[in-house]
């Protein structure tokens, strides 16, 4: 009796080791059955508006025109952006040498290092840091979005598809939320005298343009994830519903084939 008890707890302990079902089936032949739904149309627009937000919003980070000169004014001072500072003969007021700056250089290169204290306050990295949250955070949803959207890893994407769906909306909130600190922080402090000299010589240029137009697409898109992750839960809990009512019929043989359990 003893013997007996023994084998039958070593053989279910080796199927459920090999992962074998009832049936005599493997689990990872099971797996290769399973066919995943495809992603909703909010769910692709959704990554479609945020891919355009993201490009918008890099073309911004990356491009040199967030503040320029009229050019009518021949300013020593020509552009900027949040990375590069271009003057046409400047001279620093209290650095001690006549010395011109010239031409556009990173911010911290050489060139602008005995100048870095003025030309970056705390405002300005404030502003930088800002936008650089909102690229992480922008970039991050589109990884996410094309797990979705690929469905990669399947039965990870199949079973928490609603869970992502709302972690690409939280990354867009604080997308949208640091771009808007950053514009306002920016929009309002370029215009400070203790900054750049005459301060109105400049504009607001392209690139700032730029970040506002990324901020307004990503809240839509955002708005389109949250409403998508919405849906995604019902789904799941129809899903659910209809396993608990036939655990053993075919709606829960079709439900684990398209990987909602």
């Known amino acids: 009796m003893k013997k007996s008890s023994f084998n039958m707890d070593e053989k279910r302990s080796w199927r459920s080791s090999v992962g074998i079902l009832q049936n005599g089936q493997s689990w990872e032949s099971f797996n290769k059955n399973i066919k ?79 100048i870095w204290t003025w030309m970056l306050p705390a405002w300005f990295m404030a502003t930088q840091s800002f936008m650089t949250i909102a690229l992480l955070a922008s970039l991050s949803t589109l990884v996410l979005i094309s797990m979705v959207l690929m469905r990669w890893p399947l039965q990870f994407v199949m079973r928490y598809e609603w869970h992502l769906t709302a972690v690409c909306f939280i990354f867009q909130a604080i997308t949208v939320v640091s771009i808007f600190f950053a514009v306002l922080i920016f929009g309002v402090m370029c215009w400070s005298r203790d900054w750049l000299l005459n301060p109105n010589f400049n504009y607001l240029s392209w690139s700032y343009a730029f970040a506002v137009i990324a901020g307004g697409i990503h809240a839509f898109a955002g708005l389109t994830l949250l409403h998508e992750s919405y849906e995604a839960r019902d789904r799941k809990r129809q899903a659910a519903s209809v396993m608990h009512m036939e655990p053993q019929g075919q709606y829960g043989v079709e439900m684990s084939a398209h990987g909602y359990i």
Request: contains cysteine; aromatic residues 28%.
């Open 36 to 114: 995943p739904t495809p992603p909703s149309s909010s769910m692709v627009n959704a990554g479609i508006i945020a891919f355009v937000a993201t490009v918008f919003f890099i073309i911004s980070f990356t491009s040199p025109y967030w503040l320029q000169s009229y050019m009518y004014t021949y300013n020593d001072f020509s552009n900027m952006g949040l990375w590069e500072f271009c003057f046409n003969g400047f001279r620093y007021p209290k650095y001690q040498f006549d010395y011109k700056f010239m031409g556009c250089n990173y911010v911290f290169s050489k060139e602008y290092r005995i």
